[in-house]
Every structure is written in structure tokens, then in C-alpha cells.
């Protein structure tokens, strides 16, 4: 990104995927991390780079099949786990990708806490397909994000959410995905004390899918639609006068 005032600042990233899944009816499991390198190159002074492997992501999955009715039950368990470098100098940070640098990486995160989330939900086949409905919490731990700086362990806001999802085969060649979801989150601490609470979030989408054989394509969007946020004002969290999300 360039200004008028300021020197071209360049950024470089490489990264390699490393993934394991394993699936045999009604179980799977998935590992996946990364190794990520990051350079920067902000015009006025020497480079810096950053390199380390990602946190580890463990999804594992269970349905199951109620012999008596047309429904299927899924319990979905999400861990990360915290294997990456977490706890970055000052100048590293800046290395990671703040948010003047998430137009350049796409590896924002080398590390967090131990996070652990837990989605319940059910399936029901119709005359088009599957419509779904599902539930979840997520618990996210607190870590230190900076090796230099005193007294600033975060412990980010859980979420509580809910989801809705239709999926059908119209054709022999043609599938479609709708869904819409909403977020709850919890409110930031940082050395244990409310500092920040993210406004709820729905999120609305859907892709369609044609197999047009040998190749197979795919059209999709999103929409986020994010409320107010809640900052720390005079000792008590108060919600933004606009929205900025």
C-alpha cells in the first residue's frame, strides 16, 4: 500500500498447508496446520521476517443415524491447539500482519490459546434434500500475545451461536446451498478485566454447484451483517455511537 506521504511498503508470505484426515463412517477427523514465513519491507528502514508453524486445528465429527426416524443427529468438536508462536515482540507483531497489513498476508495468526468448541445439531432429508438447524458454543483461552509488554494477557470473548442450512440437488448436475447463521459474542478481557465486546453478527450465503464433467464449478457469496460494538468507557463497557464494523 503507497500514499503521497508515505514510502511503498512491500510484503512477502509462503506458506505450506500440512493436513491429515481420516474418515470412516459415522467419524472423521481432520489436523491441520501450517508453515508460514513473512517478510516486510516498509521502505524506510532493513526488512524483518517472521517464520514458525501455525496453531494446530483438530475437527473430529460424529452422525448419527436414528433408525426410527428421518433425522440424523451431529455433534462436531473444534480444538485449537496452541502450538504456534504466540507470544511475539513488538516488531514481530507488525511482521504477523496487523490491520495495516491484511491487504499483504493471509496468515494473521501464528499463535493463540487453547481454544475448544462444541456444535451440536440435526439433520432432516425432505423431498429436495437436507435442511439442518445446529447450535454451538466456543470457548477461547486466554494467551499472551506479546513477550515484551507487561500486563497484557487476553482472554478474547466466547461465542455462542446458531445456524440454519438447506441444501438441495435440483438436477443431476446442479447443487444448491443456502444457510444463515447469528453470533453472540462475549465480552474481551485483558488481564482479567472487560475491556471490548465484539457486536453479534449474521451471517447470510449460499453456492451453487455444476458438475460439468471433468470439471466441476462453483459459485458462492456471503454477506456479514455485524451490530455495534461495545467499548470501555469510563470503568463500563458502552456501546459505539457508529458502527465500525
Do not use: C, W
Not at 493463540?112 to 447450535?135: A, D, H, K, P, S
Not at 470473548?157 to 446458531?162: H, Q, Y
Not at 440454519?164 to 478485566?193: C, M, P, Q, V
Request: net charge negative; aromatic share 10%; no cysteine.
Amino acid at each position: 500500500y503507497i500514499d503521497n506521504q508515505t514510502p511503498e511498503t512491500k510484503g512477502f508470505e509462503f506458506t505450506i498447508p500440512v493436513s491429515f484426515t481420516y474418515e470412516r463412517t459415522p467419524f472423521s477427523l481432520s489436523l491441520d496446520s501450517a508453515y508460514s514465513t513473512a517478510t516486510v519491507d516498509p521502505g524506510t528502514e532493513d526488512y524483518s521476517t517472521l517464520s514458525g508453524f501455525t496453531d494446530i486445528a483438530l475437527v473430529t465429527s460424529y452422525k448419527y443415524p436414528f433408525s426410527n426416524l428421518p433425522m440424523t443427529g451431529n455433534v462436531r468438536l473444534d480444538v485449537n491447539i496452541p502450538t504456534g508462536k504466540e507470544r511475539l515482540s513488538e516488531e514481530e507483531i507488525i511482521e504477523e500482519g496487523g490491520e495495516e497489513r491484511s491487504d499483504i498476508f493471509k496468515i494473521h495468526d501464528f499463535g493463540e490459546g487453547l481454544n475448544v468448541g462444541l456444535t451440536l445439531g440435526m439433520e432432516r432429508r425432505i423431498q429436495i434434500g437436507t435442511v439442518g438447524i445446529y447450535g454451538g458454543y466456543t470457548f477461547y483461552g486466554e494467551f499472551d500475545p506479546t513477550k515484551d509488554v507487561d500486563s497484557d494477557d487476553l482472554d478474547p470473548g466466547d461465542e455462542l451461536f446458531v445456524l440454519a442450512l438447506l441444501e438441495g440437488k435440483t438436477t443431476d448436475r446442479l447443487d444448491a446451498r443456502l444457510y444463515i447463521g447469528y453470533s453472540h459474542f462475549l465480552a474481551d478481557k485483558t488481564n482479567g478485566e472487560k475491556d471490548f465486546q465484539e457486536g453479534g453478527r449474521v451471517a447470510v450465503g449460499g453456492e451453487i454447484r455444476f458438475d460439468m464433467q471433468p470439471l466441476e464449478v462453483m459459485i458462492g457469496g456471503q454477506g456479514l451483517f455485524q451490530g455495534k460494538n461495545k467499548e470501555l468507557i469510563d470503568n463500563s463497557l458502552e456501546r459505539e455511537s457508529e458502527n465500525s464494523n
